[in-house]
């Protein structure tokens, strides 16, 4: 009872300070609680800068790669040159190679500075060099397409070389060229003076988004079509057997499985899947599909194949997290008017889960479109993907290579110029990753349905 | 073999309709006197001709090549066999050869008589060239030969394959047919094999994990049949070379692997674990729903995109600071190129902020209210209670989180490929270039690589490290993880 303090007696504070004012004590508290909040907010505030700072690096870098410097000449399409006999046989036309395009290029060179008026000291090789080494070919590739304009005079768009892009993009200046073969001062003033006669613009570049990769030499020509259609080629595999698969596996899993050790180790064995590097199972298709199997070297089926072993576990554990949500009274409603176990779970379970396993299917297929490790080892870099496939088969047996690969092999190239690609190759590979998983979270928030 | 295929899956869609017409009259055409639906008499027919006959189809393709090439092996001399080539060599030239003919018997060239006659006396290869097929050597006898019994054999097997199968299917057709009667179980038969058919999907799994684990130890042993393992685990230097008498040594690579992985470790825990903090004590629901989302971004980036950064932002930014002499940012110059130690664990850094943050996140946030307003009513401020309380909880989950991404860190290859520089050696000087397993397994099997040296296979040794010591990491933060939650439920 002498416990008790008497409650009459006022509380002295052992300190002999207010209650009103903080002691030095818990100041020190309050800052240290400050302190302690402000190093979480610090944090979030870095990483959210940091994916700033990539975002800003990605846009303000790859942008320039949608853009293209173009010169306007009107080229007089000789029949003596480009179709001897005269009788527009298209075998006969092929016949000519880029090599007798080229120097109705450079007349047409000469032609445009001539006509234009502007003085300069530059032989017309010299003027010619302004142009891509592709332009040739791209005459060529218009002539075959169109061979009734031979004989008659075109306007045709050519592409520039590199050098006189990165001029126009700010990449290239009079002071970085010092030390630079392909270009020279004077070429610079030539550009100039088009640009002034308005003949040489930046325009939209859409061979880059459809385009073939080209060689070393021609970073100006080079595209990342071929290479999104061997992606496609590979996502179309992992489609076609990773969701049968993993929604099998994951029905089994979730709704036939005994508890036993053989359960256990596969469980087991699916997380660990998850998280072995990707690289592992490129070594996996190097020594089972290639070396064993002979299937051909980079080929986007071999990559398919890989992309899939290393998509099921993602698949499989977000099918057994959908199947698993699905309330067990449906199933017993289904077993209670008859239905075997097999056919509540295909008739009614697996509808209801459809939706949160095409969640799971869409991100992992996102996961395997970014994934490069696994292509550098079956081979899917180190050439120019450059002829597209012309039918379904071809695009899954003929080498190929893919956005991720093509994005690697762009940085390993040492020319500035194939960098901006690189970067405008990313942005096209974050637009098809941002979209998929738009579609994801649209296909949740429409179709989730919560029980 | 694509007509093969075409012919059972017509044999399949046969024997549904034979099959349940059966049945129906076998019933008087009242399905209520059936055991099963009618459909289920169709599937089971389907059943019966598709899945031997595609199995058959399966073990044949994997079986066949493997007889066909041991047998053509022992057809070849020893004395064929030039000096410093090998049987696998001469193997790839008979097949290129085989092929190419076949190419050309494919294309209309020339008829299959025409081949069998042909003689080594004949310049092949231009005679191959002239009909559109190009072959890389010249042939000698022996291959010739070997060629023309690889194609024999092929060809053989090719129509046993097709009479086997087809047999097989119908079979199946005649075998469901007969079956099919109104007293027949149907539905329990299609049933228990759609149950088989599921159960082999999930076994996938497991082969997939024997696959990997045998494809590197097979090679693993040959490369330690040719090079000594002392060298390999207890070597001091990396250097291939490809004349022979290598270095190949781990412990360079696993010096960078384990220093990079470091580096990103130290950026991306304490700004993971602190917004994880953050995000799940502090934050409002507004400020979460926006932040987290975001943050998760940064995992959902390909590594391809981060090891650009790397090479080109952030790599230059550093020799900007610590490079150039005069010129740079501090005057000194300690860095002379963009790849290094630093650039790599920087970005990868990165890339781990939300492995570390989300994990740690639901870690924390399962850790029981009730901890918290204990703490609360004995008067500590909320950081006292987060550092004291709530942190040891979770400490337990929080170390497996940070295991698991140190194995991220182990086995991310793009990062590095780009941004760590590909020289191998012990230095403690984060400014460095060094390299890492991943980047020498890439490097040691692009290109033309020969499987029968050393300096190719120590890739597989190599990837089978890698593999073993991310399991390790794995399985033991898989293992924390487990232990802990079992704690609070």
């Known amino acids: 009872m002498s416990d008790i303090p008497n409650p009459a007696a006022p509380i002295a504070d052992p300190r002999g300070a207010s209650l009103l004012v903080q002691d030095g004590r818990t100041k020190r508290r309050n800052a240290a609680e400050g302190r302690f909040k402000l190093y979480g907010i610090v944090a979030i505030a870095i990483g959210l800068l940091m994916l700033l700072t990539l975002l800003f690096t990605i846009v303000s870098r790859g942008t320039g790669a949608f853009q293209q410097t173009y010169v306007t000449l009107s080229v007089p399409l000789l029949e003596e040159k480009l179709d001897k006999n005269g009788n527009r046989d298209l075998a006969e036309i092929k016949k000519v190679s880029t090599f007798g395009y080229a120097p109705l290029t450079k007349a047409a060179f000469e032609t445009k500075i001539a006509e234009a008026g502007i003085e300069t000291s530059l032989k017309p090789k010299a003027m010619a060099d302004l142009l891509s080494k592709d332009a040739a070919a791209q005459l060529r590739n218009h002539v075959l397409a169109k061979p009734e304009l031979i004989g008659s005079t075109v306007e045709f768009e050519f592409l520039t070389n590199s050098r006189v892009d990165g001029y126009l993009k700010g990449r290239v200046s009079r002071e970085s060229i010092a030390n630079d073969k392909n270009i020279n001062a004077a070429q610079l003033d030539l550009v100039d003076a088009l640009i002034a006669d308005g003949s040489l613009q930046k325009r939209l570049n859409l061979n880059f988004i459809t385009g073939a990769d080209a060689s070393d030499a021609r970073p100006e020509a080079a595209g990342m079509g071929v290479a999104m259609l061997g992606s496609f080629a590979m996502m179309l595999v992992v489609l076609v057997l990773a969701l049968p698969i993993g929604v099998a596996a994951s029905i089994y899993l979730e709704e036939f499985a005994p508890k036993n050790w053989i359960t256990d180790i596969i469980e087991v064995n699916i997380s660990n899947l998850a998280a072995v590097p990707s690289i592992v199972f490129g070594i996996l298709g190097l020594a089972v599909f290639i070396n064993y199997m002979h299937l051909p070297n980079s080929a986007p089926l071999v990559g398919g194949l890989v992309l899939t072993l290393m998509t099921l576990p993602t698949i499989i554990i977000s099918t057994r997290a959908s199947l698993k949500s699905v309330p067990p009274s449906i199933r017993d409603a289904a077993l209670g008017v008859g239905a075997s176990k097999m056919q509540s779970v295909f008739h009614h379970v697996l509808p209801l889960a459809a939706p949160g396993i095409l969640t799971g299917t869409i991100i992992g297929l996102a996961q395997a479109l970014g994934e490069t490790a696994p292509l550098l080892l079956i081979g899917m870099v180190g050439f120019i993907a450059s002829n597209p496939p012309e039918s379904i088969a071809e695009g899954l047996m003929a080498p190929n290579s893919a956005m991720p690969a093509q994005i690697y092999e762009w940085a390993k190239r040492a020319d500035p110029a194939f960098y901006e690609r690189a970067w405008g190759g990313i942005i096209i590979l974050l637009v098809f990753l941002i979209s998929m998983n738009a579609i994801a979270v649209l296909l949740r928030r429409r179709f989730e349905r919560r029980w | ?489």
């Open chain 2, 1 to 489: 073999m694509l007509p093969l295929v075409i012919v059972i899956a017509a044999l399949a869609l046969g024997g549904y309709f034979l099959a349940r017409r059966r049945a129906m009259i076998s019933a008087g055409g009242d399905s209520r006197k059936l055991h099963s639906l009618p459909s289920y008499y169709g599937y089971n027919a389907v059943l019966s001709v598709a899945v031997p006959a595609l199995l058959a189809l399966g073990i044949w393709l994997l079986v066949q090549p493997m007889l066909v090439q041991s047998s053509v092996v022992e057809m070849i001399p020893a004395q064929a066999v030039p000096e410093g080539s090998s049987v696998n060599l001469i193997m790839s030239d008979v097949r290129r050869l085989a092929e190419g003919l076949d190419a050309a018997v494919g294309a209309g060239a020339v008829s299959n008589e025409e081949v069998a006659d042909l003689t080594a006396a004949d310049d092949l290869r231009a005679w191959l060239a002239e009909r559109g097929v190009a072959i890389g050597a010249e042939v000698s006898p022996e291959v010739l030969q070997a060629a023309q019994a690889y194609r024999e054999m092929n060809a053989l097997g090719h129509v046993g394959r097709n009479v086997f199968v087809l047999l097989l299917a119908l079979a199946g057709v005649l075998l469901a047919y007969r079956e099919s009667h109104a007293d027949f179980r149907a539905r329990n038969r299609v049933e228990s094999a759609v149950k088989a058919l599921l159960i082999l999907a999930a076994s996938l799994a497991i082969l997939t994990t024997v696959g990997i684990v045998l494809s590197m130890l097979f090679e693993t042993i040959n490369f330690f049949s040719l090079h000594p393992w002392t060298d390999f685990f207890f070597g001091a230097s990396w250097a291939p070379n490809f004349r022979g008498d290598s270095d190949l040594s781990i412990l360079p690579l696993l010096w960078g692997t384990l220093y990079i992985s470091i580096i990103a470790l130290a950026v991306a825990v304490p700004i993971g674990l602190f917004a994880a903090i953050y995000l799940s004590e502090y934050a409002g629901p507004k400020v979460r729903a926006t932040a987290k989302p975001l943050l998760e971004i940064l995992a959902g980036i390909p590594t391809i995109v981060y090891g650009l950064f790397a090479l080109l932002t952030v790599g230059p930014a550093l020799v900007k600071i610590f490079g150039r002499g005069e010129d740079g940012l501090l005057g000194v110059d300690w860095m002379s190129g963009a790849t290094s130690v630093l650039t790599a664990g920087l970005v990868m850094g990165i890339m781990l902020i939300p492995f570390v943050s989300s994990l740690s996140d639901d870690i924390i946030n399962a850790v029981p209210q009730s901890l918290r307003d204990g703490s609360f009513g004995l008067g500590a401020t909320q950081s006292e209670t987060i550092r004291q309380v709530v942190i040891p909880a979770a400490l337990p989950g929080i170390v497996g989180a940070v295991l698991l991404a140190a194995s991220r860190a182990i086995g991310e290859t793009m990062i590095v490929v780009l941004g760590a520089g590909a020289i191998a050696r012990i230095s403690g000087n984060p400014l460095e270039a060094m390299t890492t397993i991943t980047t020498r397994i890439v490097s040691q099997l692009t290109g033309d690589s020969d499987f029968a040296s050393p300096e190719t296979l120590v890739a597989f040794a190599l990837g089978l490290t890698l593999f073993v010591l991310t399991l390790g990491l794995n399985v033991l933060a898989l293992y924390i993880v487990r232990k802990y939650r079992e704690q609070y439920e």
